[in-house]
């Protein structure tokens, strides 16, 4: 028989952070997307929960207990309360986790206590890049070897850039495979050109120019071994699957309370046909996005290439969530037009799902 209902202890897990988002990612995020900055309070809040920290080994100060469908549960949480915050508190993640997954010796000792200590540490990865058609298993970032270093060249974008780290996680092509380097922000030919996006207003986002960028070939993730970037991938189109389903579902259930609430010739317009039959195909699609997420999680947490999955997943939930915002704006009408409302949000913030390749991993 198969059983889809969460377990208690992932039932615990989604309604600790469900509280959490209700409570104190809800009430600012509108306030973060105005003034296009985070809240550093939710920041410090969400860290004390453990959230990335609890998936890191025991050795560097975690809780190593890192699941992919824990992880999936998470962001839909999260993301439900806000996509921008969401992103956000989880960006430890997108260092942290390559590093204690693939990175060598060293490296974790270096990197992984910093991320589980007191104090919130966030993470930046560059991946995409800005161009037609970017692949990222085919950079055209570029790292040559010159003695015991590498040489970067190349352009990365939509990389999040948020206050409190000095190391970014670099993607580019070494001899034909793509590798991942880790690169101090303030390294000599590294620069950082703040983006202006149409949504996710309240995260910082850069786009970087690397113009020989020179670091140490210690500073190749796992060294000599490198690293499985499908997996990297894989991690990363889950995350962003299971947060774009937290919007989703925010965006209906902000629909649905409203159709119940407003009235048209006499009746709530829930009672409505059309509006009626919109809703349950919104709620329908956004149940199936999910568990395609949750399976693609569940065979990353059996050790298997779960690329196709993942990559099935992030193209339905794209999907979902865009239709689930733009249904949740005309089930508003005149209304969801209007930045007093979330509806306009939402939107924009669905719309991003669409460009962002590797926002968060699991």
């Known amino acids: 028989m198969i059983d889809f209902e969460p377990s208690d202890e992932q039932q615990l897990i989604i309604e600790t952070v469900r509280q959490f988002a209700e409570q104190e990612i809800r009430p600012v995020a509108r306030e973060c997307d105005e003034a296009g900055r985070l809240s550093s309070s939710v920041l410090a809040q969400a860290h004390e929960l ?19 469908l824990a992880g999936a549960l998470i962001a839909e949480e999260l993301a439900w309360g806000d996509l921008s915050l969401a992103l956000a508190i989880l960006s430890p993640g997108l260092v942290a986790l390559p590093v204690a997954e693939f990175g060598s010796e060293a490296q974790q000792q270096a990197t992984l206590p910093r991320y589980a200590a007191e104090h919130f540490i966030p993470g930046a990865l560059a ?51 793509p590798q991942g380097f880790l690169v101090p922000r303030e390294a000599e030919g590294l620069l950082a050109t703040p983006e202006q996006n149409m949504g996710l207003h309240a995260l910082p986002t850069v786009q970087l120019s690397l113009a020989g960028v020179r670091v140490p070939a210690a500073a190749r993730l ?26 989703a579902r925010a965006t209906f259930e902000v629909a649905r309370d409203y159709a119940k609430e407003r009235e048209a010739f006499g009746v709530k317009i829930a009672q409505k046909q059309a509006i009626a039959f919109k809703l349950a195909d919104m709620a329908i699609e956004i149940d199936g996005a999910r568990l395609l997420a949750w399976e693609a999680a569940w065979r990353l947490d059996q050790g298997e290439d779960a690329l196709r999955e993942a990559t099935l997943a992030i193209q339905q939930v794209r999907r979902v969530a865009l239709d689930a915002a733009d249904g949740s704006v005309q089930v508003f009408g005149g209304h969801g037009y209007i930045r007093e409302y979330l509806p306009e949000m939402h939107l924009r913030n669905a719309r991003g799902l669409a460009v962002l390749e590797a926002a968060a991993l699991l």
């Open 50 to 68: 453990g959230l990335v920290a609890n998936g890191l080994p025991e050795q560097f100060g975690g809780g190593g207990e890192r699941s992919a």
């Open 127 to 177: 991946l995409q890049e800005p161009r037609f058609g970017s692949d990222p298993f085919r950079p055209t970032a570029r790292a040559r070897r010159d003695g015991e270093s590498y040489v970067l060249d190349g352009e990365k974008a939509l990389v999040p850039w948020i206050d409190g780290d000095d190391q970014v996680l670099i993607f580019a092509d070494d001899d034909g495979t």
């Open 222 to 247: 796992g060294e000599a071994a490198g690293c499985d970037l499908r997996r990297i991938i894989a991690q990363g189109r889950v995350a962003l699957a299971a947060a774009g389903v937290g919007v």
